[in-house]
């Protein structure tokens, strides 16, 4: 299954809403996450299930969709929301991950 | 605490074979789904492989048959012996606890296969 997000990168000044896309070339239903990655970092998992926070994760996060389309919305954005996000599915081996966007601070 | 923590990564040249470790603290690996995932450097992340909590295991089709994952219960530890290794295997190998990783994941060990 090929995941595809866009846009690659998306400049977004503190306190607006970042909108990330994410589609897949067939149906993964919810088996869908999301991760955030900094320089020098592993991914971290801000969303799984297509809308299930994770522990830790600020509500100004969110998760929407199924099938093949979904959006990770950043609220609010912070300083510290700055990386790159991966959408990665989880419905059929080999789970496989988006190219991701990076989203820039502006 | 909840930990994964990586080793064995380094330099090899092509052909060779490294094994990397994976030391888990604070749960069992054997009930767990246990996955190593890699990153090239600049790129996206790949997954390479998973153990299953049974003794089922799966790979991706750019290391089938040259890498091979395991584990030693009695360690707490999971394993990916990575044979006939190619300039494109280069890069940071995690390990991940549970479907997709949604569990935590470890630092990461570098692996860098050049001659």
């Known amino acids: 299954i090929v995941m595809t997000q866009s846009p690659a990168t998306l400049s977004v000044s503190p306190g607006e809403t970042a909108t990330l896309s994410c589609g897949a070339s067939r149906s993964v239903s919810s088996d869908l996450a999301w991760f955030q990655q900094k320089p020098g970092q592993a991914p971290r998992l801000l969303i799984y299930g297509a809308s299930t926070r994770a522990t830790g994760v600020p509500a100004r996060f969110s998760g929407s969709g199924s099938g093949t389309e979904f959006t990770l919305t950043i609220s609010s954005l912070q300083s510290e929301d700055f990386g790159v996000y991966y959408c990665q599915q989880f419905h059929n081996w080999p789970w496989t991950f988006g190219q991701g966007t990076k989203v820039e601070i502006k | 605490e909840v930990q994964l923590v990586e080793s064995g990564g380094g330099l090899v040249q092509p052909g060779g074979s490294l094994r990397l470790s994976c030391v888990a603290s604070g749960f069992t690996v054997s009930s767990n789904y246990m996955s190593w995932v890699r990153q090239a450097p600049g790129k996206g992340l790949e997954w390479v492989s998973v153990?299953?909590?049974?003794?089922?295991?799966d790979y991706a089709d750019s290391v089938r048959g040259r890498f091979t994952i395991s584990r030693d219960n009695s360690k707490n530890t999971v394993y990916l012996q990575m044979n006939s290794l190619r300039a494109e295997d280069t890069g940071v190998y995690y390990c991940?606890?549970?479907?997709?990783?949604?569990?935590?994941w470890g630092q990461g060990t570098l692996v860098t296969v050049s001659s």
């Open positions: 153990f299953y909590s049974g003794v089922r295991t």
């Open positions: 991940a606890r549970g479907i997709a990783g949604v569990k935590g």
